[in-house]
């Protein structure tokens, strides 16, 4: 390793704003020239998230040996390409967030849990790690500020009660779903408590999520940069549905206005994608890592989009119908 880099873990329940954290907190180092490199959750090849705990087979013990083992190679491995990089990953939704999207229904205890993440920090001391906690102080509210964004098969997926989750075995529909979110508190909690490198609690409530950024900057000890909002006129006019023949089938595009809040959005995989302009006719998907480069071009207007998330618009051309 050629020294210690920077690692910026951010994580919180479902809806707590953790993708959208980590796109203003590296834009905030875009704006500081400082060399930095945002990982959204989701991506392919994702260093943690891709392929994470499939080693073994998460009902039995033997299996979830298999997986820890597995997963701290991953962490290891991360860390030793933070520290050769020298700058700033910010990772979000990957660490804590293995509670309730293995842990749950694995074979591991409560206190087994929490060992694996004793184990994971030991390795994260090897590099600058700081572990922001989005804590969101009510569930339900939370969700349900979360739920006419992300559409009623998001809601279906979240509220859907799980098969198993430690020593709770009742089923009571979407109590159980709620009865999950107070339980990953509890352990999220103590993990926050027991982690022993650098930490940042943050509480999460409904809109407070622009606050993030500043707060995280705050603690780092570098200057926040208020970043003007690009304001643009007529923004009704990119409106319309856009049209691309890909691999052979036709994908659509709509493109709304948003006149409340006076934003542009698509209705994609969640009913409200919002574009935050970045610059004249360029957006780019809040939460994602996204972007939609808008033309007139001919008097036809395009989107022609690019990024590493792996929606359609990536590396594509869209015609306005």
Known sequence: MTGKGRLILIDGMCGAGKSTAAQKL???FESLSLPHRWMHEEIDGHPIREGE???????TLDGMALNIEDMNKRWQHLVDTVNHFGG??????????????????????????????????????????????????????????????RGQWWKDLILSPEERFFDITE????????????????????????????KLLIHASNGSWPGYPRK???HL??????????????????????SAVIN??????????????????????WPYMKLVPITANTFEYESFPTTLHFSAADGRRTITGTGEYGMNVEGNTYTMI
């Open 88 to 149: 700033t990953y910010i990772l979000e939704g990957c660490f804590i967030h293995a509670i309730d999207r293995y842990f749950y229904k694995s074979a591991y205890s409560a206190q087994q849990t929490l060992d694996y993440f004793d184990r994971v920090s030991n390795v994260l001391a090897q590099s600058d790690t700081l572990f922001v906690y989005l804590r969101t102080p009510d569930a339900r509210a939370t969700l349900a500020n979360v739920f006419p964004i």
């Open 171 to 198: 089923h009571k529909g979407e109590e159980t779903a709620y009865a999950c979110c107070d339980l990953f508190h509890a352990i999220s909690d103590e993990v926050f408590d027991r982690y022993p490198g650098d």
């Open 53 to 59: 705990f499939e080693a073994g087979d998460l009902t």
């Open 221 to 242: 000890g570098l200057p926040y940069v208020d970043i003007p909002r690009v304001s643009l006129e007529a923004l009704e006019s990119y409106c319309g549905v856009y």
């Open 26 to 28: 590296s834009r905030q």
């Open 248 to 269: 052979g089938a036709e994908e659509k595009i709509e493109v709304k206005y948003d006149p409340m809040n006076d934003t542009l959005y698509t209705v994609g995989f």
């Open 216 to 218: 995280i900057m705050r």
